[in-house]
């Protein structure tokens, strides 16, 4: 099945600045790469996908990119606020069937 | 508005005991998920199903069972509770087509003395 590997495992930052998340795959059969924020004792939930036929998206401070070739993709948040302060985990999977996650990244937001 | 529904939220069970948890979803999504949240792990996959009579193993699946006999509902049972099991559970599901995103419920923290 599909290993999915998630660095950093904490990432702490200064209120504005930038946060980068790296995720590498190995099932090259792969297309569909989500990314979740969790906050403490909250269920996960979506903030971006991204699928194999697009190499980035972007939502406000938010921005995904894809490399298929090298089977990675990175979540990007820009101008970063104590908000955003949670785990963040990426995901990958064929069409939905059987996602595996990261094991996530603490990112921490410091005012 | 359509949800996805774990109860209970929280349970306490004895070792060697059978444990089952609820997952009920409004969505009419065909996919359906449960995954074990553990510090440093992530979300590892137990078993899902793509519909009405099928289930399949994930990764963890050991010491698991589910049944599918309706869109909305897929059940986890834990057939003879280990400690190793405490973790805190949480059901998904999707529609299944083409990649579309999970939709979680709200987490069963089960822990087994």
């Known amino acids: 099945g599909e290993n999915v590997e998630q660095h950093p495992s904490t990432l702490s930052v200064q209120e504005g600045d930038s946060a980068v998340i790296k995720c590498t795959y190995s099932d090259s059969a792969s297309n569909y790469f989500p990314w979740y924020k969790q906050e403490l004792g909250k269920r996960p939930q979506l903030i971006i996908d991204?699928?194999?036929?697009?190499g980035e998206k972007k939502d406000q401070r938010i921005a995904v990119t894809l490399n298929k070739t090298a089977k990675h993709f990175s979540l990007h948040i820009t101008e970063t606020q104590p908000e955003d302060s949670a785990v963040y985990f990426c995901a990958a999977s064929y069409n939905n069937n059987d996602m595996r996650f990261g094991a996530g990244t603490r990112l921490t937001v410091k005012p | 508005d359509a949800e996805i529904t774990q109860s209970p939220r929280h349970k306490i069970t004895e070792t060697g005991r059978q444990v089952t948890l609820a997952c009920h979803q409004t969505?009419?999504?065909?996919?359906m998920f449960w995954y074990r949240q553990d510090l440093g792990h992530g979300l590892r996959l137990i078993h899902y199903s793509y519909g009405v009579q099928d289930t399949n193993k994930g990764e963890v699946s050991d010491g698991y069972s589910v049944s599918r006999s309706n869109t909305e509902d897929l059940p986890l049972t834990l057939e003879s509770a280990a400690s190793s099991q405490t973790s805190v559970y949480f059901c998904a599901s999707s529609e299944g087509i083409g990649g579309s995103p999970l939709h979680f419920g709200n987490g069963t923290r089960l822990t087994v003395t």
């Open positions: 991204i699928r194999s036929n697009v």
């Open positions: 969505w009419n999504h065909n996919n």
